[in-house]
């Protein structure tokens, strides 16, 4: 017997999650049955899209979390026992069973990780999910063309750093937008994107704020944050501009979301707004995978992750995810 | 000489425009220069989209209208003399030099009009620019598709009201909003939507009124109204759907601009909202043009127009789009 320490969703959040809406428990483990195989996860992530799965039906684009049941999530683990001939014990597997410490899964629910010399982790975010919704984001939703000036949000999040980087890196002009002046400094040295903007400085004036970084407006706006930041893109934006909406982190615990006043201006300057997920455009992981890791081969690609141990305190990973204190990607180390 | 009335811009409009915004005025044209021909109008139209140009800069995708200028927009007329060879008297041309009774022109600034059994006022409404923007914003910008449920604001309008019928033509579920009952009854009975929503009935639940009547929820939505015409479109729409941006009545006027607070479901939903102006679309005149004659021929597509005659009553024309009132195409009949 395997035991296993879990996380369930004890309650639906209320605005920001708190630490009484999760529950921490232990199961037994029985052996895996015919076709499974039994994995100790390594890593799981935390994302700002898992909030949208603690609330009931409304509003959410993937099939709420169930209220007692552990939460469900990225991960990647290492198999230490198989009773499926494609895997064996110490194949690395990336899977949706996060937020435990071990579980047993029919293989078909286990994808074999080929990690090509790069950390297991990092399957969890530069070359997982997060890495995808970046490329997917600024090539095929936004289209990125030659002379785009290009507008990020959450810039230093675990997304936004990439969009950043592969914008930079196919020569574009790229302002990003991140809370604190470590983030901001993140960015310009780190990134070299060029132009930053502490968004907490600028609240209630963020148009005027772009409108000095971006003084020509920008063409392409890769939405992470929501409300405010997306009206003022709306008003920076020039003739034909795309807004790939990401995400709206602002707006996921919002009692009252905020009212965007200015959609007007997308009629007569022809803009885009287009939402996507990641899981849409599978068609392009192979692109992605090839282009990343040259990319990182040639020293192009940075990224960074803010780490915390141990299933316990998976529940604070996630909740310091609208805290806006961390950089890059959010994980937990699991073993 | 020639004596021609004109309308001026006296004032920008604070919100709904008034009478006092407007300005007759008398003035005599000279004869014709070279190259240039003088054109009696017969018909001028009155557009919504006019309003953003009677501001200054801000907010206005096309130039502003100067003060103490006439006003510019779509007219038909009817050459009086002509010193260029393309261009002789008795030719119908269509121009941009509406809101005046007659001018002077470059032939090149003309374009001669072959109605082709067609009455010529139908090139200001369902065979000009209100139908070729139904025609665009349906087929290529919502990129309609078969099995699509279709929502159209302001769909007894003289974009809304061929949008509707294409789609029908095309065999879509289409859903119309409009205010009031005769509207409805317009709807329903004379276009053959599946259902009509009367907004007015409806303010402040739109989006229960809407799911009533989609209740499947809806695949493309023809955006004319703005505010919570909007909000109500994303609460119903279904994954992928595809909202044309063509105007948005209600915010024209409005001092307080609508804060649309659901653009959250974008993101989930997958939704695309695009904005667009016909004229970037000019590549499919000639579609159109070919579709629209067959579809007239076979009877499947009907028109209103809403006529007021005299120059002196155009700004009456204009200020009366805002009221809601007028039944497809409002047109301004000037000889």
Redesign the interface.
Known sequence: MTRSREIRLLSRPDGRPTAANFELAEVELPEPGPGEAQVRNRWMTVDPYMR?RMNGEE????SPFHLGEPLMGGAVGEVIASNDPSLQAGDLVRSDYGWREAFNAQAGKLRKLDAQGLPPEAFLGVAGMPGLTAYVGLLRVAALKPGDVVLVSAAAGAVGSLVCQIAKLKGHAVIGTAGGAEKVRYLTEELGVDAAVDYRQHAGRLTQALAAAAPEGIDVYFENV?GEH?EAALNIARPFARFA????IS??NAG??????????????????????AG?YTDMTADFLRDLRAWIAEGRIKWRETVVEGIENAPAAFIGLFSGRNLGKALVKLS
């Open positions: 949208g509003g959410s684009y993937v929501g997306l909406l990401c995400g709206m707006q996921y009252e979301p905020y009212g965007v006043r200015n959609l007007m201006l997308a009629v007569g300057r022809q803009i885009r707004l287009q939402g996507f997920i849409s």
